[in-house]
């Protein structure tokens, strides 16, 4: 069993800048891929950012590419999420989610592969 707990999230003004982070329990973090999903009211949980087990594989929705980076630091249990440039748009609930039958560096973007996920952190981005 994993355990997921999400922070950093708050109020920020369209082209700020947040950082969420991600903090796992359990003893085998670093077999998991992991990834960032977000839901904004009345719409589907989407897809955001993946990274895969050992760092060396990330995958990023359209959306985000070029203002959003991936990390994990296996060491300290824990994924990150830069967020840069921030716009109205990517007001949402932030989740991040563990796919525990990761397997080499593959990472995926549907949100079946995830089987444990966190409580969300509210990101608002203002204009």
């Known amino acids: 069993q994993v355990q997921l707990v999400e922070s950093g999230g708050g109020l920020v003004q369209a082209g700020g800048s947040l950082t969420l982070s991600c903090a796992a329990s359990g003893r085998t ?16 949980r989407e897809f955001v950012t993946a ?12 959306s985000v590419k070029g203002r959003f980076t991936i990390s994990r630091d296996n060491a300290k249990k824990t994924v990150y999420l830069q967020m840069n440039s ?4 990517d007001t949402a609930v932030y989740y991040c ?4 039958f990761a397997y080499g560096e593959y990472v995926f973007e549907t949100k079946s592969r995830y089987t444990y996920w ?6 608002t981005v203002s204009s």
């Open 29 to 44: 973090f670093s077999s998991y891929a992991m990834g960032w999903f977000r839901q904004a009211p009345g719409k589907e």
């Open 51 to 62: 990274i895969s087990r050992s760092n060396s594989v990330t995958s990023y929705a359209d």
């Open 86 to 89: 921030l716009k109205p748009e």
């Open 97 to 100: 989610a563990a796919d525990p």
């Open 118 to 123: 966190g409580q969300g952190t509210q990101v």
